[in-house]
């Protein structure tokens, strides 16, 4: 919770000095308003894809500020647009395949995943671990079909990919379970019992989060709690 408001407030004060950079910037003339309006919304994107190592959201924002900026860079024009981003998505899907963030123990908080790559079935681009309980996607898509007599946890991630995750087939465990969903460039669908408690925690940065369907939760119901962050995505719950 400390953590969560923690990002409240930074994302709130930067948005307020992102308003207050805009409207000076209108009145100096320092850039135009579209470079101005690329970098206030750019750099915090950089920089929360850095924290996380998503390397997506590192290059790709990047080459869009060189594209922005060429002529003030001195970047020759036959660069632009079409090389530099060429060469960003070339350099994103490398450090992927250099330095896979999904090798050995994922761990989330107190939760432990298990080996996703090498204990889980290898389909190109998507892994899933032996016990059923996690699904990565990276420049792909997934469907995933959960089911368990008492689901505790449960791991979605996708990056430039997408995941339909149904969780009509799982009973949750009577103390409730966490499902961690971690997006980025992507699109997350998740169908799930109306009958559940669903409490949604997701931290999303230019993404967000909708619902739709009737949401009918009993008195007695365990709550699936969905935690996680969504950057540059949407996820979609829907209600069965």
Partial sequence: MK????????????????????????????????????LVIVTPIMFESLLHLSFG????????????????????????????????????????????????????GKFDF?????????FGNVYESDDGTTCTVKFGRSTKYFVSDSLEKAYLKAEFGAIVAYF????????????????????????????????????????????SGRHSPTDDSPTLTITGRCSLSGISIHYI
Wanted: net charge neutral; hydrophobic share 50%; charged share 15%.
């Fill in 3 to 38: 953590k969560n408001m923690i990002r409240k407030v930074a994302w709130g004060l930067y948005l307020l000095g992102a308003a207050g950079l805009i409207l000076a910037n209108s009145v100096y003339g320092w850039l135009s308003f579209v470079p101005m309006l690329c």
């Fill in 57 to 108: 959201g590192v290059f790709i924002p990047a080459a869009v500020l060189l594209v922005v900026f060429a002529k003030s860079l001195g970047v020759p024009d036959k660069l632009v647009p079409f090389p530099i981003i060429a060469a960003a998505v070339l350099l994103t899907i490398g450090f992927y395949v250099l330095f896979p963030r999904n090798r050995g123990i994922v761990k989330i």
């Fill in 114 to 122: 298990g080996d996703i790559d090498d204990n889980g079935e290898n």
């Fill in 168 to 211: 009509d087939g799982a009973t949750l465990s009577p103390n409730g379970a966490t499902l961690y969903v971690d997006a980025s460039f992507s699109g997350i669908e998740l169908y799930i019992p109306r009958t559940w408690e669903v409490q949604n925690n997701i931290s999303a940065v230019l993404g967000g989060v909708d619902a």
